[in-house]
């Protein structure tokens, strides 16, 4: 809520002033309003001062909606604040998220009846949603959620809290949202988020083809515009670390240090610092700071697991992974590093799924996801074949054939992918793409005479170097 009022303030601020005769005026005051009035400014400055409890107990029996709200808000956030306090001491931030607030049930039972009955408001039906997601209720959070955004459209806090619930392009369109100026800024986070970068650029018009210096430079004249800012600082310091920038990104610690050292993004800032120092358990340990300080922090999740795999420590990075996932489905990073430890382990069952993931997330960048997906197929196919299993994974290997045939064909392996193409004719899903395969690569030996490809020759025409995968020796595999 806070944050909405701030974003709300900043997008007031930025924008010339209204003249007097063009100020909206005042919501209208009801009579409930004026015999709660009392009450609510007591329980407001209760509120205030954090004693949820005590706030939620002057407003029991008011009968205004922002009573009734602030009421189920301040017993909402005291149930958080007890949860806070008993993991706080006795548990790391990889078990924090066991411990639930106990009074979510019972605030869903009674929003739950006064909703049926229509007597929710906008933010009222704010919070029931945030109480339903609580609960892993999410198909029901996000038809509340929609409601709560009619009701009340200029409130960004339920957007946001809608925009983690929706898991794909599909379910976005699927959503009845109202039309309204702030819905373009949603849908450009939106588009963000589910990695559709050129639509969210078609939005952000005043970022078409940024690259990371502009962006750096956007974020320097912001800084000197607002200095005392923390929030985004995170994102600022990544870049820095992408830009292997270090006493740019030491000053912009030290900075953040002095103006709050116990804010989420100085933890995340500082553990940048050190990772680019390669001091890996200092970083480790300011992202677990940040994690304690919120445990819903997506960035400081996936950094700390790309911590635990510089330090060998692979369960940890496991299991930090993880929690980013549980925290939003669609970050690529965290199915990456992931597809990437389970790797490092040799488990090519996991960590072919887990690429496949990130791949299907981040299908616009090129991160040699082709290689590492080639050589988990590779691994996979030598696995099925050698334990004898091809009858039981009879979908996955004709998968992994013509990924692997496509692969081949690309990289100009042209004796590799003709093997493969013959193996896809085997199975009937894949026999028509066998086929196919088999006649490019014919026309492409009629063309030119091309001699099978170095084994040891780079993949690509550029100079980055990527990480060569054998080609898979079929012939001793009889499917």
């Not at 800084?223 to 270090?246: A, C, E, G, H, W």
Request: glycine share 4%.
């Amino acid at each position: 809520m806070s944050h909405t009022h701030f974003r709300a303030s900043e997008l007031a601020f930025a924008l010339d002033p209204l003249p007097k005769d063009e100020v909206p005026p005042a919501p209208d005051f009801t009579e409930e309003d004026a015999q709660d009035l009392d009450a609510l400014m007591l329980a407001k400055s209760y509120f205030d001062l954090k004693e949820y409890d005590r706030a939620a107990y002057f407003l029991k029996g008011c009968c205004s909606q922002k009573a009734y709200f602030l009421y189920m808000y301040s017993r909402y956030l005291s149930g958080e604040k007890k949860k806070d306090d008993e993991t706080v001491d006795s548990l790391g931030p990889l078990e924090k998220g066991q411990v639930r607030n106990e009074a979510l049930r019972e605030l869903r039972v009674e929003l739950s009846k006064k909703h049926i009955a229509g007597e929710l408001d906008g933010f009222t039906l704010y919070l029931y949603g945030v109480v339903l997601r609580k609960l892993d209720l999410l198909k029901e959070a996000v038809e509340v959620f929609v409601e709560a955004i009619h009701a009340l459209p200029l409130h960004w806090g339920a957007w946001l809290e809608l925009s983690n619930l929706v898991t794909n392009i599909e379910m976005l369109k699927s959503l009845s949202l109202p039309d309204c100026w702030i819905r373009d800024f949603f849908m450009a986070h939106m588009y963000t988020e589910l990695q559709m970068i050129k639509e969210a650029l078609q939005k952000y018009q005043n970022l078409i083809e940024a690259d990371i210096d502009q962006a750096l430079a956007l974020f320097n004249e912001l800084r000197d515009q607002d200095p005392y800012r923390i929030d985004n600082m995170d994102t600022f310091s990544n870049l820095l670390y992408v830009k292997s920038m270090k006493p740019e990104l030491s000053y912009l610690a030290h900075n953040l240090v002095e103006i709050d050292k116990y804010r989420v993004e100085t933890c995340c800032v500082i553990g940048n610092y050190y990772s680019l120092r390669s001091q890996h358990e200092k970083a480790a340990l300011y992202f677990q700071r940040a994690l304690k300080l919120n445990p819903r922090c997506l960035g400081a999740w996936t950094l700390m697991g790309h911590e635990y795999m510089e330090m060998k420590n692979t369960s940890a990075a496991i299991q930090a992974y993880r929690h980013a996932i549980e925290v939003n489905k669609r970050d690529y990073r965290a199915w990456y590093g992931l597809g990437q430890t389970y790797e490092i382990l040799k488990m090519p069952f996991y960590c072919l799924y887990y690429y496949r993931k990130a791949h299907q997330l981040r299908l616009h960048e090129q991160l040699n996801e082709s290689d590492d997906a080639a050589q988990c197929y590779m691994l996979y196919i030598q696995d099925i074949f050698s334990c004898g299993y091809e009858q039981l994974e009879h979908a996955e290997v004709s998968t992994a054939l013509r990924y692997l045939g496509q692969y081949y064909f690309k990289n100009k392996l042209y004796d590799e992918a003709s093997l493969c193409a013959q193996r896809c004719c085997d199975y009937n899903d894949a026999r028509e793409e066998g086929k196919a395969l088999l006649r490019q690569i014919s026309q492409v030996r009629d063309q030119i005479e091309t001699p099978s490809a170095d084994l040891f020759a780079p993949l690509s025409n550029n100079n980055t170097p990527v990480r060569r995968v054998s080609p898979l020796n079929l012939i001793s595999f009889t499917p």
